[in-house]
């Protein structure tokens, strides 16, 4: 059944939309899901920030010119699914790829590659950067490094009043046994 115009217009809005709050998009050939893991790899991907949508090329060729991202012609073609990461790809990234680890086929999803910050992906270089942390584990790991300083400061502060402590304690303890 054919899609009507303002359907189609409806659609390029909301690709643009998703495109305008993500960093980047990841492209996938997902012809041998079935519906249930559809809505399970939509859901896990919701919960990385980001949106899942099954698109049409064309569509989603006028998106991409309208927000000025790159469009990869190459893989823009056969049936397309798109996972819109929002300000963290390499979550969405590592949602997907962990996702295509659990299922039993191995061709049931096909990463075909992306585009990040205006750059086209391969699917190896997407595969690269979900091995990157993602903002939280970033976070927390600038977080250690900003308390470690503070926290060894606290260390030889401690050592150095227990030295003196200690110290004092002999001291008196020789004093009194004298």
């Known amino acids: ?6 359907r ?3 659609l390029v ?3 643009s939309d998703w495109l305008q709050a993500a960093d980047g998009i990841v492209l996938m050939d997902y012809r041998r899901l079935d519906v249930p893991q559809t809505e399970k790899l939509r859901n896990e991907i919701r919960h990385s920030a980001g949106r899942y949508s099954v698109c049409k090329n064309t569509l989603l060729k006028l998106a991409l010119d309208q927000q000025g991202w790159p469009i ?3 893989l823009l073609s056969g049936p397309t699914a798109v996972a819109f990461a ?3 790809f390499p979550a ?3 949602t997907i790829l962990k996702f295509t680890d659990e299922l039993e086929a191995e061709d049931a999803l096909v990463i075909k590659g992306g585009v990040l910050l205006g750059e086209q992906l391969d699917a190896q270089r997407v595969k690269a950067i979900s091995a990157l942390p993602t903002q939280d584990e970033m976070r927390s790991q600038l977080m250690g490094l900003l308390v470690a300083p503070s926290q060894n400061l606290v260390n030889v502060l401690n050592a150095a009043t227990s030295s003196v402590v200690n110290v004092l304690a002999a001291y008196l303890a020789e004093k009194d046994a004298a």
């Open 86 to 88: 929002g300000p963290n």
């Open 72 to 74: 990869p012609l190459d």
């Open 1 to 6: 059944m054919a899609i009507t115009r303002e």
């Open 13 to 15: 809005a909301q690709y």
């Open 92 to 94: 969405v990234a590592k």
């Open 8 to 10: 189609k217009n409806a």
